[in-house]
């Protein structure tokens, strides 16, 4: 079981761009998936989430109105297109999923990094200012 993450590079404060995280060795259609990010000295923290169906999504506050997560479950893809990018949104950008087929969770449990059973290796966004 494999997320491959990819789509980061370095970015001008304004501007925009697509992560993508491509899931292979399972199916994870019914996997909530989400994003995950972590700063240079800082802890990883929770970024955006969404569920199995797609139906419901979360977002840190940080990022709310300028990420939208979504996901494509006939090409196994998970997508974070960012928008309006800050210098405080620097970090390696992580894809994470849970193991679980259908399974529905409290909204707190999407925001914890222990939810999630699979983590892919990272992709690093850097915003100019």
């Known amino acids: 079981v494999q997320l491959q993450a990819s789509g980061g590079g370095l970015v001008q404060a304004g501007g925009s761009l697509v992560l993508s995280c491509a899931a292979s060795?399972?199916?994870?259609?019914?996997?909530?998936m989400g994003w995950f990010r972590q700063a240079p000295g800082k802890e990883r923290e929770f970024a955006a989430a969404?569920?199995?169906?797609?139906?419901?999504?979360y977002y840190a506050d940080s990022v709310k109105g300028r990420f939208t997560i979504s996901r494509d479950n006939a090409k196994n893809t998970l997508y974070l297109q960012m928008n309006d990018l800050k210098p405080q949104d620097t970090a390696v950008y992580y894809c994470?999923?849970?193991?679980?087929?259908?399974?529905?969770?409290?909204?707190?449990?999407?925001?914890?990094?222990?939810?999630?059973?699979?983590w892919g290796q990272g992709t690093l966004v850097t915003v100019s200012s």
């Open positions: 969404v569920s199995w169906g797609g139906a419901i999504t």
């Open positions: 994470a999923a849970d193991r679980h087929s259908g399974r529905t969770y409290l909204e707190s449990a999407y925001y914890r990094a222990g939810t999630y059973d699979y």
């Open positions: 060795g399972r199916t994870f259609s019914s996997s909530v």
